[in-house]
């Protein structure tokens, strides 16, 4: 692993440089989307021992029939379905769904089970509309497909997620997500999440208090 020291200043300057950059895009605003909150791509001491958090951001229930959840490896150009919601399935305002694969157990129960494996070296997670839309999506260290958003985020050792901070979306990857060392899956039945404002000094600290606690960047080798 390679690692580069970066003063508190200098990320200061790039966290603002980033605000003004997204201020003149269109940005997914956190108050008003699905997220994808938090992936474990590895289990420790079993590979196959995944999950998939969603969280709805947005202040209304959202049911979510004809969406789904597209996987792609590191390089891949085609989806393959992780999976696909029914009409039964929403998530509350503020709430989450949680995909276990099958067959496992992550210590919470899942509200709906998948099949395919994720990489654990580079992989992107999507949710799609039934148009094909993408709502919101992961790319993860060697990933360079179409589910990136601005960097990859660093790939999680085995045992470890990827965990979206704060529920910042800032439709950077490699800001929006850390690594988690103590997995904590949600499921229907969670809803302690605080929504986040969107307002430019709310915006500013966050940002700033994440840069300052990543003065260490780690690059996937």
């Not at 992550?106 to 997670?125: H, M, S």
């Not at 997995?183 to 208090?209: K, M, Q, Y």
Request: include cysteine; charge should be negative; glycine fraction near 8%.
């Amino acid at each position: 692993m390679f690692c580069l020291r970066i003063s508190p200043a200098v990320m200061a300057i790039v966290v603002c440089l980033n605000f003004f950059i997204a201020s003149s895009h269109e940005v997914r605003a956190a108050s008003s989307t699905l997220l994808l909150s938090e992936v474990q791509t590895a289990g420790a001491g079993d590979s196959s021992q995944e999950f998939i958090e969603i969280y709805n951001a947005g202040s209304s229930d959202m049911f979510l029939d004809d969406m789904r959840v597209a996987y792609r490896s590191a390089k891949g150009e085609t989806d393959t379905t992780v999976y696909r919601f029914t009409v039964d399935d929403m998530i509350r305002s503020h709430g989450y769904f949680l995909l276990v694969r099958s067959n496992k157990n992550v210590g919470r129960t899942p509200d709906a089970l998948f099949e395919t494996g994720l990489a654990n070296a580079g992989g992107g997670l999507a949710l799609r509309e039934s148009d094909n839309r993408i709502v919101d999506s992961l790319g993860w260290c060697t990933a360079s497909n179409v589910f990136v958003e601005g960097t990859a985020a660093v790939a999680p050792d085995a045992g470890s997620s990827l965990e979206r901070v704060v529920l910042l979306d800032t439709d950077n990857n490699g800001t929006d997500f850390r690594i988690q060392l103590a997995p904590n899956p949600r499921n229907s039945e969670d809803s302690t999440a605080v929504p986040i404002p969107t307002t430019f000094l709310t915006f500013g600290v966050s940002a700033l208090v994440l840069a300052i606690s990543r003065l260490r960047i780690g690059l996937c080798a």
